[in-house]
Every structure is written in C-alpha cells, then in structure tokens.
C-alpha cells in the first residue's frame, strides 16, 4: 500500500471531532497520487458527504469546466479539502475542527508535494496564505511558501452565486496556467 494509500486509511477512521457523528462519508481527496498542481477546498458538502469524493456536486462540475479551460483534469492534480467530514449544514469548519483535521492534511501535502497549491476560497486561502487574507483583493496572485506557490481562487459554489465573479477567474486561470507552465515539469504532458 502507498504512503498516501496508507494515510486514507487511517483518516477512514478518524474521530478526532465531533464531526465523525453526522457525517456519512470520509472524504479524503482524490487524483494524481504525485501530482504537481493540489487544489485545496475548505470541507465536503452534502453530496461529497453522500458519495466520498471531493468536489462532485454543483460547484464541482463548475470546478470540472475551470479546470478544462486551461486543459486540465482530475487525472492530472489532487483535490482535496482542509476538513475530511461535512460541516452541518454546509457551515464553515471551525477552527478546533480544522486544527485538528490538519494532521491529514499536512500529511497529504508533504506526500504529494506539489510545487503549486491552490485554495479555493477564502477559508482555505487564510488557512495558507493568512487571516488578513481577502479573496476578493487577493485572489488571482502567487505567494511563495517553503518553496511552494500559492495562489487562490473564488471557489467554485461562490461563483455559482455570484456568476459576475467568472471574468476575473477565467483570468485568475489562465495565470494559473501560465505558472504550470512555468514550473511544473509533467502536468501538461501526456501519460503513455
């Protein structure tokens, strides 16, 4: 079994919060297990929560279409969220459960160890990048940590409710793109 392998076993069984008592389904992450380029939410939503993986409701189909706009896919990054289980009704992570939700979290980043993060949102981007971090000020720019670029994007469920938002992503992607290009050696490549 894989190191990462290993690490989704151990968080299946997690129940260090309150919330393994509502929720239906860990979900850990999901994607290229060494992938260049991870992609950070902030916690499972309801049909996350239902099926187990990251990002398969209404704002992860509008993720999926982001990401083929600068011709990515989920074959070629890792997703995952700072929280493993679903708030209560979609609530923002509180900060014990964060805390302690980011063990695994840690743990996934230094074994994929991405040359770029991106938050999506404001709470996953405060968690890296600060709590004066404003996503709508800050959005779109990189941040260099230990290495690292870090840069975040409205997640995808804010734009659903506020489509305006689009233009400014559709620019924040495409310099995202430009900044895979630049450093990444193998996201854009095909596999064989």
Same mark, same amino acid.
């Given at each position: 079994?894989?190191?990462?392998?290993?690490?989704?076993?151990?968080?299946?069984?997690?129940?260090?919060?309150?919330?393994?008592?509502?929720?239906?389904?860990?979900?850990?992450? !999901?994607?290229?297990?060494?992938?260049?380029? %991870?992609?950070?939410?902030? /916690?499972?939503?309801?049909?996350?929560?239902? #099926? /187990?993986?990251?990002?398969?409701?209404?704002? /992860?189909?509008?993720?999926?279409?982001?990401?083929?706009?600068?011709?990515?896919?989920?074959?070629?990054?890792?997703?995952?969220?700072?929280?493993?289980?679903?708030? +209560? !009704?979609?609530?923002?992570?509180?900060?014990?459960?964060?805390?302690?939700? @980011? #063990?695994?979290?840690?743990?996934?980043?230094?074994?994929? @160890? +991405?040359?770029? #993060?991106?938050?999506? *949102?404001?709470?996953?981007?405060?968690?890296?990048? *600060?709590?004066?971090?404003?996503?709508?000020?800050?959005?779109?720019?990189? $941040? !260099?940590?230990?290495?690292?670029? #870090?840069?975040?994007? $409205?997640?995808?469920?804010?734009?659903?409710?506020?489509?305006?938002?689009?233009?400014?992503?559709?620019?924040?992607?495409?310099? %995202?793109?430009?900044?895979?290009?630049?450093?990444?050696?193998?996201? $854009?490549? !095909?596999?064989?």
């Amino acid at each position: 079994m894989s190191e990462l392998g290993k690490l989704e076993k151990d968080c299946m069984l997690c129940r260090s919060c309150e919330l393994c008592k509502t929720r239906k389904n860990v979900v850990f992450g !999901e994607g290229k297990k060494d992938a260049e380029v %991870l992609f950070v939410g902030e /916690g499972p939503g309801s049909s996350e929560d239902e #099926i /187990g993986l990251p990002f398969v409701g209404r704002a /992860g189909k509008l993720l999926d279409t982001m990401l083929e706009l600068i011709d990515l896919d989920r074959s070629k990054i890792y997703i995952t969220n700072m929280v493993k289980c679903r708030p +209560p !009704e979609n609530r923002d992570p509180l900060p014990a459960e964060k805390d302690l939700c @980011n #063990i695994w979290l840690a743990e996934q980043i230094r074994i994929i @160890n +991405p040359k770029i #993060i991106v938050c999506l *949102g404001r709470i996953a981007a405060m968690r890296f990048l *600060g709590k004066d971090f404003k996503i709508s000020r800050d959005h779109g720019k990189f $941040y !260099e940590q230990d290495g690292v670029l #870090i840069t975040a994007l $409205y997640h995808p469920a804010a734009l659903l409710r506020d489509p305006r938002r689009r233009p400014e992503t559709f620019s924040d992607l495409k310099a %995202l793109k430009a900044e895979i290009l630049r450093v990444c050696n193998s996201t $854009y490549k !095909e596999v064989n």
